[in-house]
């Protein structure tokens, strides 16, 4: 998944970055509102962070203009803010969740899991096919009852094709959740990651639509 990290504070942001990239997610990240505004005029984003203290443009500005020109991303502010007032204007302007600085990071990623589970609709809990059984909020995933251990990015190919079973994921699209850009990847380097998931999890699981991309049968 491609997330936008809008935080000033250098060392915040720098936690915020190892955690997230070791959670599998693409991290984009900007300190200033503006900077922020921009990126989301000329990239999708399956979901942001947003402070609310930042410079040039207030976070909470940038939230309503999302919002106003239609931009359902979903939203997070991560703030140190606590007043209700603040907490009541953030929910109010569009954000989906509201966090306070300090925060536990392991809290903090399991709402922004669920966040992304409701905005996509699916807020199931399991995913089941035939002996593979995934579940979506502890990311444990097993084969005949067996626990299977995954990397970030395998993961993250798995997510993407799990979220919409019998739609065909175009390759860009997902080499973009995965790499960040598809030009940023090698192009077999998606294909290394299916192989090695087929291999944990099963070759019927994942099927290749080919010179399209992937799929997971419904």
């Known amino acids: 998944m491609r997330l936008l990290l ?31 505004d921009r990126a989301l005029l000329g990239m999708r984003y399956d ?28 939203v997070v502010v991560v703030t140190a803010r606590d007043e209700l007032e603040d907490r009541v204007s ?17 809290e903090l990623l399991a709402r ?39 990397s970030g990015r395998e993961w993250a190919v798995l997510e993407a094709l799990i979220a919409r079973p019998g739609q065909v994921i175009l390759r860009p699209r997902l080499e973009e959740k995965v790499f960040g850009h598809p030009e940023g990847a090698a192009s ?5 990651l299916v192989h090695r998931l ?6 019927e699981l994942i099927v290749n639509v080919r010179g399209v991309g992937y799929m997971v049968p419904q």
């Open 6 to 36: 809008i935080e000033d504070d250098l060392m915040i942001g720098e936690s915020l970055m190892e955690a997230l990239m070791a959670d599998g997610f693409v991290v984009d990240w900007f300190r200033d509102g503006e900077s922020a």
């Open 47 to 74: 979901i942001m962070l947003l402070d609310l203290g930042l410079p040039r443009k207030d976070g909470t500005a940038v939230l309503r203009a999302m919002r106003s020109r239609q931009d359902r991303t979903p």
């Open 90 to 106: 953030g929910l109010n302007s569009g954000a989906d969740d509201y966090v306070l600085k300090p925060f536990e990071m392991d």
């Open 112 to 150: 922004i899991h669920a966040v992304v589970r409701r905005s996509v609709g699916r807020p199931e809990k399991l995913f089941e096919r035939g002996s593979v059984r995934i579940d979506r909020v502890t990311r444990e995933v097993s084969v005949d009852g067996r626990s299977v251990v995954l």
């Open 188 to 192: 077999s380097a998606l294909d290394v």
């Open 198 to 203: 087929r291999r944990k999890l099963g070759n």
